[in-house]
């Protein structure tokens, strides 16, 4: 037993030669160690100084979507932020675009869907998981089964906006509350800042809705030096959402009428009273205009409002800092790592291309070789 | 009276020493680059421009150093890598009985950080099924150890000292991909006397001992770190 124990805490030596380094990065990035003729070719391209080539060997292996990237994806699509829940459309659709090597900022606004081509599932429902969490059950290769579609003609729903229209996103982040939870954990997932990042009490209020207090505990100083830090950003923005529901496990959108959702709780009758999907960035000037936005500051409906978060200088340099952690294993906090990640951001965007695959194998070329 | 100074004087030195001794348990912080003029306690002084270049840059190093760059693997992958190294299908009945039971006690994400021992009982727990599987499907259990022959018994001498170490050298080249002879050479000596734990108070004359000696070193050499880090 005394042996066992002493095996357990057994460390790990250090590692160097390519031979270590092509072993270590078909881990990162299957999840796996390869096989011996995947780990020699590999080995012989960083050998050669060609790190990237063989990171491009290790992302043609199916775990790289199975299990690594489908682990990765997974967390972005509920509350509590976990990897242990079933497959659903909101990844296999982010799947689908980093296979296809279609550019990733469509994500969040293109009519697309990813569906397994599988005929031994239930169908894909409006109203149920059972397809996706049938595939992967019986471990269905999603690399090779995943079909991209048109989201509108899939599920009936008119409005669509990539993974933010998703059954998945509808039952996290659009049931019950006022419909400000999707917009939170857009910038949480997508622009790596949470309200608190962004707490700006400087800009207009305008659009603060009705159901937030203007004294709170009877004291007005806390709604103007708390509340409203984040309400003028995000109320304003969160318009978008006026005509989304997730009701009877479905995701709704009903063009003619705002939810009801949207203004009730009426506590300052004078708040804002959302009436139509229109939506407003108030945090375009002032300290968050660092986020770097481009295009169109204010629009109707959820397709242009993520548009504009897609094409945002923060978008970039979010997925480049979440991938940088993916394949690293670590923050960039020291000087190398930071500028890496910049440059990383900026190839990632260049000539609209937003190739994630592209920047998953770049980062990972590098990490693994400079640890 | 002159014992009563001598003894004042020994605990004094005593306590002394003693204080000494403790102050020096406390690590001390990295130091700086010997090229800058700053000493660690004048971090919060104004550098010339001169300056920035080389405490940056050492800053780097010392972030670098600091920083953990092994991860975990996750529940998922500590699947499917125990599957592919064993050659064994994670579809395997057994398996998925086994992981389902275990499944939220292996580590949840790849931050090296939070693994715990909680975490390793679980690894242990799938391997040993793993190694179970390996060791009773003869088409799989014949790729990595070729040469051992499991109609062996201990009476038979199945376990010679060859015997052990071509057990544990296979299973670790199957298991570990990548070790190093010094790997190799340690672990050899390290598992060896697992067998004797192992094969005392069994029956000798038993080809079933056999298999379950092995899959007691199988376990051993599949639950280890270098097959579940990252």
């Known amino acids: ?371 | 009276m002159n014992k009563i100074k001598i003894y004042k004087i020994v605990v004094l030195l005593l306590l002394g020493l003693m204080m000494f001794a403790f102050n020096n348990c406390i690590q001390k912080a990295p130091s700086y680059n010997s090229t800058s003029s700053r000493s660690p306690s004048s971090s919060i002084s104004i550098p010339t421009p001169g300056e920035t270049e080389v405490v940056s840059k050492t800053e780097a190093e010392i972030l670098q150093a600091i920083q953990v760059s092994t991860g975990i693997k996750n529940f998922e992958q500590i699947l499917h890598t125990m599957s592919e190294v064993t050659g064994v299908s994670s579809q395997n009945a057994g398996i998925k009985s086994i992981y389902a039971q275990v499944q939220t006690s292996l580590p949840n994400e790849n931050d090296v950080k939070v693994f715990m021992a909680s975490h390793q009982v679980a690894v242990t727990k799938l391997a040993a099924e793993y190694c179970q599987v390996l060791v009773e499907t003869a088409a799989l259990r014949v790729i990595i150890w070729p040469n051992f022959n499991f109609g062996l018994t201990i009476a038979g001498n199945a376990f010679s000292a060859a015997n052990r170490e071509y057990l544990i050298e296979s299973a670790i080249d199957a298991f570990w991909i990548v070790p190093t002879d010094e790997e190799k050479m340690q672990t050899v000596e390290q598992v060896s006397p697992l067998f004797d734990e192992l094969m005392a108070a069994e029956a000798t004359g038993s080809t079933t001992v056999t298999r379950g000696i092995v899959k007691g070193v199988c376990t051993v050499i599949l639950s280890s770190a270098q097959v579940t880090l990252l």
């Open chain 1, 1 to 371: 037993m005394k042996t066992y124990v002493l095996f357990l805490l057994f460390s790990i030596t250090a590692w160097a030669g390519p031979r270590e380094q092509a072993f270590k990065l078909h881990n990162r990035l299957t999840g796996v160690p390869p096989k011996p003729d995947v780990l020699l070719v590999m080995e012989d391209h960083i050998r050669s100084g060609e790190p990237e080539r063989a990171a491009e060997v290790a992302v043609q292996d199916p775990r790289f979507y199975n299990i690594v990237l489908k682990n990765w994806i997974k967390p972005w699509t509920n509350r509590e932020r976990t990897n242990r829940v079933e497959l659903n459309d909101y990844v296999a659709t982010v799947l689908g675009v980093i296979r296809d090597d279609i550019p990733f900022d469509r994500i969040l606004y293109d009519d697309i869907i990813y569906t397994v081509n599988d005929t031994t599932a239930p169908a894909y429902s409006n109203t149920s998981n059972a397809h996706y969490s049938n595939v992967e059950s019986r471990n269905v290769d999603l690399e090779a089964n995943l079909i991209g579609q048109t989201q509108s003609t899939l599920t009936g729903l008119p409005a669509t906006s990539g993974v933010i229209t998703t059954r998945a996103a509808g039952a996290a982040f659009y049931s019950a509350g006022t419909n400000r939870r999707i917009n939170r954990f857009t910038f949480i997932n997508y622009l790596c800042k949470d309200y608190e990042d962004l707490h700006d009490i400087t800009i207009p209020d305008y659009r603060v809705r009705r159901d937030v207090e203007r004294n709170p505990g009877g004291d007005s100083r806390t709604y103007k030096n708390k509340c409203v830090g984040c309400h003028a950003g995000q109320d304003a923005l969160a318009g978008a959402f006026a005509h989304y529901d997730f009701v009877d496990n479905g995701l709704v959108y009903t063009p003619l009428k705002v939810v009801t959702k949207m203004n009730h709780n009426n506590y300052y009758p004078e708040g804002f009273v959302t009436s139509t999907d229109s939506w407003i960035n108030t945090w375009a000037t002032g300290q968050n205009a660092v986020l770097g936005w481009r295009g169109a500051t204010q629009g109707n409906g959820v397709k242009s409002l993520y548009q504009m978060f897609a094409k945002s200088k923060a978008f970039s340099q979010c997925m480049s800092k979440k991938v940088f952690e993916l394949v690293c294993l670590k923050e960039a906090i020291n000087p190398d790592d930071k500028a890496a990640v910049e440059t990383n951001a900026a190839a990632f965007e260049k000539d609209n291309q937003y190739n994630l695959k592209k920047l998953i194998v770049r980062t990972s070329a590098r990490c693994v070789t400079n640890e």
